[in-house]
């Protein structure tokens, strides 16, 4: 049992990213059922306090966009599913506010730093990807490990 929907998704996300850096990353893989929607805060968004793993979702957000451009120019024809994957983190923990744009522009950010230098696919790319996904698996590992019941 996870302490928020955010870790629920935050699994999702681990699972995406371990299945895409396996053997197999060519092959369709089941979509996971959509997230309930987060609760909504009981405190106003100005008195509430990022959680401690923020600045790792914050990366995590960035990865994904990485990924996102990155797997789009080297032909993976997963269309959307690196974005749809930080749409469901970013709307599970942080649906609102300052955070919310937080996470979008660290994804805008991963994307458009990959979109400024590469145009076709190359072996540097590859070589980016498989740093990202395993990156990007290990940072969800650890925040599931450390905030799951």
């Not at 032909?75 to 994957?85: A, H, I, L, P, V």
């Not at 983190?89 to 522009?105: C, K, S």
Request: proline content about 9%; some cysteine; overall charge positive.
């Amino acid at each position: 049992m996870f302490a928020t929907p955010m870790l629920r998704i935050l699994t999702a996300v681990l699972l995406t990213l371990c299945l895409a850096a396996g053997p197999a990353h060519a092959q369709a893989v089941p979509k996971a059922p959509a997230p309930a929607p987060a609760p909504v805060p009981s405190q106003p968004p100005a008195q509430q306090q990022a959680p401690s793993y923020d600045h790792d979702l914050q990366r995590l957000s960035e990865i994904l966009g990485a990924l996102h451009f990155l797997r789009g120019i080297c032909n993976s024809n997963e269309g959307q599913k690196w974005r749809n994957e930080a749409q469901a983190l970013i709307n599970a923990e942080a649906p609102t506010g300052d955070r919310r744009e937080q996470m979008v522009a660290s994804f805008n950010r991963g994307y458009r730093g990959f979109q400024q230098s590469y145009r076709t696919c190359t072996p540097a790319a590859n070589l980016a990807i498989r740093r990202y996904l395993e990156e990007g698996a290990k940072i969800a590992r650890d925040i599931t490990a450390r905030y799951a019941n």
